[in-house]
């Protein structure tokens, strides 16, 4: 993609070798923000994040001038730092965190699975959509995946669930009363009742106990 937006061979590599680097402090960055900001504000901002990034390099891929190809080349290097610091990283904690404990390795096997089918379609067809001969469509394959990342971003607004902080059978019980995935960190679970109940009992029973 960089030698057909028109860097040079050792320019490519070497922009590719920062595109790996932001990747890395991507995955790092969201290590260090998931457990503050939550799983689902992550992933909803990750991909508008990606549809804004995407729309963007495919229209400054439609210029045919140098600056709109230095913009594209950015677009795409940057990518790898936003995917990273949103959905690339966050999308293993919401999928090992959402299934019930029964069906989770279950889950996880035919998510991963689906993941990598999807993967390699891509590998294979990509390049037929923007190398000269085939598609051509170079940095305006932006356009093509910012459309999909739209499709996804309202998906993550209907079904995902935020699960920071939430214990399995809290997560079990806002399932089976069908909570609206938006309603999941507002919603005030029977476990969560219970807990704080317990712990009022301790606190009034050490308190008798010191009174005595």
């Not at 990750?46 to 210029?63: D, H």
Request: glycine share 8%; aromatic share 12%.
């Amino acid at each position: 993609m960089y030698q057909y937006l028109g860097i040079s061979d050792a320019e490519s590599f070497r922009i590719q070798i920062g595109a790996q680097i932001l990747s890395i402090s991507g995955a790092l960055t969201a290590m260090f923000i998931g457990d503050f900001i939550g799983r689902r504000p992550m992933y909803i901002t990750g991909c508008a994040s990606l549809v804004v990034l995407l729309i963007c390099m495919g229209i400054s891929g439609s210029i045919d001038n140098v600056a709109a190809a230095t913009a594209s080349v950015g677009f795409l290097t940057m990518f790898n730092f936003i995917y990273n610091v949103g959905v690339g990283s966050i999308v293993y904690t919401i999928a090992g965190e959402i299934p019930t404990s029964v069906l989770r390795q279950k889950t996880l096997a035919i998510s991963i699975s689906a993941s990598a089918a999807a993967n390699t379609f891509w590998s294979f067809v990509s390049p037929y959509i923007y190398n000269p001969g085939y598609g051509n469509l170079k940095a305006k394959i932006g356009f093509v995946f910012g459309v999909c990342m739209v499709f996804f971003l309202v998906t993550a607004y209907l079904y995902v669930p935020e699960t920071r902080g939430r214990t399995y059978e809290e997560l079990d019980e806002l399932f089976m009363n069908k909570v609206p995935a938006r309603k999941f960190k507002g919603h005030d679970t029977l476990a969560e009742q219970l807990a704080r109940d317990a712990y009022q009992h301790a606190e009034e029973k050490q308190g008798r106990s010191e009174s005595v």
